[in-house]
């Protein structure tokens, strides 16, 4: 310990903390990858949006691990997951969180997810309501929206087909199946499991951004027990762009269950 302040020492141990323990399941026969910080009988899994893995919650897990069990995961072919040959869609995306929570003998965790990760996580609650403590839905495409999209805007509604040449193999899977992702969305209902809508920050501006913030009302419609939040500035990553915020909103949602 020589040469060592206690600031150093203390910074250290911080930074230990902080890190993520990595690991691995089999899921159906295929390889996926998580990371987990902190311990305790409550779990929050967290569930990425398009494009991105994991790591996208490597800033904001280890602040919400106080007293919860925190988990982020790869989905097929992103990061350290096996591709997945099969259509990627929000069922096929149950099937591999459902397997994931058996694997890690996770009960009753409360869902977060981003974007997409959003709609996964919805559908998932909502086909298995008595298997979700608790939903967080960040910046989630609400149902209908590239129908309200067109009516409205009439451009900037689909996602840009060449953009998928930028993501993982997973992510270009996600891309081909978003049409039949918001159908199979559309035809599932929300339902009463405790849920918070965080969206982007307010600012009074029309085009898509203004049409963003009115269309997430139909998700209170969906989530009649939701509560619905807007950020005080950023945009669609809001767990970046308004940190501090987000982990104290989803902090404070999830002190709201007690221990098992």
Not at 163 to 182: H, N, Q, S, T
Not at 236 to 258: Q, T
């Amino acid at each position: 310990m020589r040469g060592l302040t206690i600031s150093s020492v203390c910074a250290a141990l911080v930074l230990t903390a902080s890190l993520a323990q990595a690991g691995e399941v089999t899921v159906d026969g295929r390889k996926v990858a998580y990371r987990e910080w902190g311990a305790g009988e409550r779990t929050l899994v967290m569930v990425s949006g398009l494009g991105d893995g994991a790591e996208t919650f490597d800033a904001v897990g280890p602040r919400l691990a106080q007293g919860w069990r925190v988990i982020a995961y790869d989905r097929a072919g992103y990061g350290g997951s096996a591709d997945d040959p099969r259509v990627h869609d929000a069922e096929r995306a149950e099937a591999e969180l459902k397997g994931l929570l058996a694997a890690l003998k996770v009960r009753k965790p409360v869902l977060l997810g981003h974007s997409l990760g959003g709609v996964f996580a919805a559908h998932f609650a909502a086909r298995n309501p008595g298997d979700v403590t608790g939903l967080v839905l960040e910046e989630t495409r609400p149902t209908g929206f590239t129908a309200a999209c067109k009516a409205k805007l009439k451009r900037g509604c689909a996602f840009p087909p060449l953009l998928k040449y930028a993501f993982p193999p997973g992510g270009r899977r996600e891309v081909e199946a978003l049409d039949r992702i918001e159908r199979q969305e559309a035809e599932t209902p929300g339902g009463a499991t405790p849920t918070l809508i965080l969206t982007r920050a307010q600012t009074g501006q029309g085009g898509f951004d203004g049409l963003w913030l009115e269309q997430q009302a139909k998700l209170v419609q969906r989530w009649p027990a939701a509560r619905l939040l807007a950020a005080p500035k950023g945009g669609h990553y809001i767990h970046r762009d308004a940190r501090d915020w987000f982990v104290a909103e989803v902090s404070g949602f999830l002190a709201g269950f007690p221990t098992r």
